[in-house]
C-alpha cells in the first residue's frame, strides 16, 4: 500500500501521471501496468518516503524523477527484485542526496546494481550492504559513483581495479579507507600496497581466502564459458585463453575473476612468463615454496605465470585456477 506522502504527491500530480503511463504504453506494446504499480507501491514509496522524512519541501520533485525511472525499468524489465532491492534498502540511505538529484542518484544506484547482477561471480548482495553501510559518509554524486566503483572491485570486478584506486584520490581519506574495507592505516600507504600486488586487499580474511586462489570457468554443457579444457598465456593484466575457437582475456586478483572476450591475435602474441619455482608431484603444485593440493590428476597439469599469479589448468578439466605467486 502507498504511504500518505507518496499518495497526496500522486493525487496532486494525477493528470501529468496518467498521461506519461499512456505514453509510455504506446511507446512500449508490452508495458506491463500491474508491474509498473507493484513498482511504485513497493520500491519507488520507500524512495519517496525517505526523502519526505528528512526534506518534505524536496518529496514532490523526487517522486516525479522516481516516477519517471519507474516507468523506464518498468518498460525494459528490470523491476525485478535486485531493483526492488535498491530502491528499498540502499536509495532510502542516501536521503540526502535524492533530494538534490533525484533522478541522477536513483540512476546511478539502479544501473551500477543491474550491470553487477549480469557478471558472473559477482557478489553483489555484498556491494548492497557496502552501498549502505557507507552511505552517510558519502556527501556528493561523485563521491557516490567513485564508492561504488571501489565496491564493485571488492565485489568481485577485478577490471575496476586500478580505476577504483586512481579515482579513490578525489575522496575524503577516511571514505576511501572505508570503501576499500580498511579499518587502520592511512591512505597513503594502504594506496600503495594496493598498488603494488592486486592480491593485496586491507580486509585480513580475504587476503586469506585469496591465498588459496581462485578458480574460473567450467563446460559450456553445464552453462559454462568453456567447450574444451582451457589453455592459457601470460598477459599484461592477467592471461589469455583458448579454448577451442573461443579466445578471452583472464583477469583475477584478491576479489575475484573474470573473463572478457579478447581474439586470436592477442592470444598469439603473449606477454613473456614471469619465472617462478614451480613442481608438481602428483596432485600437489609447489610455487614459490607454497603447496597447494588440486582435486585433478598430475598428468597434463601445466602453469602459466604473469607478474602476479599462477594459472594452472589441465586436459581433464574445463577450469583454470589461479593462485597468487606471492
Known amino acids: 500500500m502507498i504511504s500518505a506522502p507518496f499518495a497526496s504527491l500522486l493525487a496532486a500530480g494525477r493528470p501529468g501521471f496518467n498521461r506519461r503511463v499512456a505514453e509510455a504504453r504506446r511507446r512500449y506494446p508490452g508495458f506491463d501496468a500491474e508491474a509498473f504499480g507493484s513498482f511504485l507501491a513497493t520500491a519507488a514509496d520507500a524512495v519517496v518516503g525517505a526523502v519526505a522524512a528528512s526534506a518534505p519541501d524536496r518529496a514532490g520533485p523526487v517522486a516525479l524523477a522516481a516516477f519517471d525511472l519507474a516507468l523506464e525499468l518498468t518498460a525494459r524489465n528490470h523491476t525485478g527484485a535486485m531493483a526492488r532491492q535498491v530502491w528499498g534498502e540502499v536509495a532510502p540511505q542516501y536521503a540526502a542526496l535524492l533530494a538534490q538529484q533525484p533522478a541522477a542518484t536513483l540512476g546511478m544506484l539502479t544501473n551500477a546494481a543491474l550491470h553487477l547482477q549480469k557478471v558472473r561471480g559477482a557478489r553483489v548482495a555484498k556491494w548492497l550492504a557496502w552501498m549502505a553501510q557507507l ?176 594459472a594452472i589448468t589441465s586436459p581433464y578439466s574445463h577450469a583454470i585456477r589461479v593462485l597468487p605467486l606471492r
Not at 552453462?223 to 592477467?238: D, L, W
Not at 575457437?245 to 583475477?252: G, I, K, S, T, V
Open 135 to 310: 552511505a552517510p559518509q558519502v556527501d556528493t554524486l561523485p563521491q557516490l559513483g567513485v564508492v561504488g566503483q571501489i565496491c564493485a572491485w571488492r565485489a568481485g570486478l577485478p577490471h575496476f581495479r586500478q580505476g577504483a584506486i586512481a579515482a579513490a584520490e578525489q575522496l575524503p581519506a577516511a571514505l576511501a579507507l572505508a570503501a576499500f574495507g580498511a579499518t587502520e592505516g592511512e591512505w597513503p600507504a594502504v594506496r600503495d600496497a594496493l598498488l603494488r600486488d592486486p592480491w593485496w586487499t586491507p580486509e585480513a580474511a580475504v587476503r586469506q581466502r585469496a591465498a588459496a586462489g581462485i578458480e574460473i570457468g567450467s563446460f559450456t554443457g553445464f552453462g559454462g564459458e568453456f567447450g574444451e579444457p582451457p589453455e592459457v598465456r601470460p598477459a599484461q593484466q592477467g592471461f589469455w585463453v583458448r579454448s577451442g575457437e573461443r579466445h578471452a582475456l583472464l583477469m583475477a586478483d584478491a576479489c575475484g575473476a573474470v573473463l572478457h572476450t579478447a581474439t586470436a591475435e592477442e592470444y598469439a602474441q603473449p606477454q613473456a612468463a614471469t619465472s617462478a619455482s614451480i613442481s608438481i608431484v602428483g596432485q600437489h603444485v609447489v610455487l614459490n615454496g607454497r603447496s597447494t593440493v588440486l582435486d585433478l590428476p598430475g598428468e597434463g597439469l601445466k602453469v602459466v605465470c604473469n607478474a602476479y599469479a599462477a
